[in-house]
Structure formats: C-alpha cells, structure tokens
C-alpha cells in the first residue's frame, strides 16, 4: 500500500497567518489526492480534488498543489473556523490510504 | 442536494458481524461509487472500500477477507458488514458519494455512526 506521511502533525497558527501542510507518497501518484478537513466531532469535508483543483463552496484562501510524490495545502490567511485537523488521501491505487494528519490549533 | 445517513447498532459483541447502512436522500445512488471509511477513537481515517451502484466493489485488503459492501437500489441504500470483529474495529464508521471527475474523490459524506465492539 502506498504510505502517505504529512507534516508536521500539529501546528500552531494565529488568525491570518499562511499555512502550509506537505503531503509525500512512498511512490509517484501523479495528482491523484485530495485534501479533507476534519472538525471535532464532524464528518471529513473534502477541500481540494485531483491535487489543486478547490472544490465548489470551499473559500479561495485554500490552494493545493503538487504531483508525483510531494504535494502542500496552503491557507492563505487563517481565519478562526480553519482550525481543525487535515488529512490528504491518495487514490491513484488501492487500497486508497490517509495521511495521518495534521492538527491546526490556535497560536 | 444529497444527503446521507449512516444507521446500525451502536454495540456489537466480538467475534460477531456488524451490519451498517446508509440512506441516500436527495439523488439518486445510481452513477455513483458508494464507499465506507471509519475513524478509531482519537485516530486517523482508514478507508474500508467502495462500490459502483450496479454492484462492482473494491476492498482494503487490510479487511477484504471480513468486508461485504452492497446495494440495495430499490431503496437507495448501501450497506457494509464486517465479521469476526474485535475490540480494534470499534470506531465512527462514515459512508461517503465518490465522484470521479478529474479523480476520485468523496464529496459528500454522511454524519457518521459510533459503533464499539464489546460484550
């Protein structure tokens, strides 16, 4: 299975600040990932398909980008309802497989 | 627009079969793949697998020899089972629409349902 490893695992941001969360698959999978927000409590909320590509209703401050084996998910400016925990997925092959996740919380 | 509903018993004794499913309300689940995915207390998504509506599935090896995905169009449903488990398939079992344009992706998600194994 292809190991999809991010980082970091946690940070520390303050309102407005960019972020920026790095995916890396063990082998090329082209731009086949996704990037889902996760609140406590909550269901996964997909915000980027096929690698850049922002999905209908998600606020422009979030970009993706990347190919083959490293992709980043920026914030541009971190507003207080983007606190939450992000996971990238990778689809290229099965079994499709999370990262592991990376919690945003409040500086 | 879609929604979806995660149902099922919340308390499964070990070494049995949990049996959960999910309502598609607002569409029709025909044209879309269908997939499972649970989240382990405190931990991360673990994708359990996905079925086409006309009944093709593919399975996470991890759990393909215990795994059955179907669907039930006549209803607008698809279900998950998941035998012989064990304490380490206590989790918040999500169902979710794949949509593959451009790739494959799960844009639409139901609540998600607490299931914990224990006797």
């Known amino acids: 299975a292809i190991q999809m490893t991010q980082s970091p695992s946690s940070l520390s941001a303050s309102v407005g600040d960019r972020v920026t969360i790095t995916c890396r698959a063990s082998?090329?999978?082209?731009?086949?990932l996704g990037w889902y927000q996760q609140k406590p409590g909550k269901a996964p909320k997909l915000l980027i398909y096929?690698?850049?590509t922002l999905q209908s209703g998600v606020p422009s401050r979030f970009s993706g980008s990347g190919s083959g084996t490293d992709f980043t998910l920026t914030i541009s400016s971190l507003q207080p309802e983007d606190f939450a925990t992000y996971y990238c997925?990778?689809?290229?092959?099965?079994?499709?497989?999370f990262g592991q996740g990376t919690k945003v919380e409040i500086k | 627009q879609v929604q979806l509903q995660e149902s099922g018993p919340g308390l499964v004794k070990p070494s049995e079969t949990l049996s959960l499913t999910c309502t598609v309300s607002?569409?029709?689940?025909?044209?879309?793949?269908w997939s499972w995915i649970r989240q382990p207390p405190g931990k991360g998504l673990e994708w359990i697998g996905y079925?086409?509506?006309?009944?093709?599935?593919n399975y996470n090896p991890s759990l393909k020899s215990r795994v059955t995905i179907s669907v039930d169009t006549s209803k607008n449903q698809f279900s998950l089972k998941l035998s012989s488990v064990t304490a380490a398939d206590t989790a918040v079992y999500y169902c979710?629409?794949?949509?593959?344009?451009?790739?494959?992706?799960?844009?639409?998600w139901g609540n998600g349902t607490t299931v914990t194994v224990s006797s």
């Open positions: 979710a629409r794949v949509s593959t344009w451009a790739s494959n992706y799960m844009d639409v």
């Open positions: 607002g569409g029709s689940i025909s044209s879309f793949y």
């Open positions: 079925m086409y509506y006309s009944g093709s599935t």
């Open positions: 082998q090329g999978i082209r731009y086949d």
């Open positions: 096929a690698a850049s």
């Open positions: 997925l990778q689809d290229y092959n099965y079994p499709w497989t």
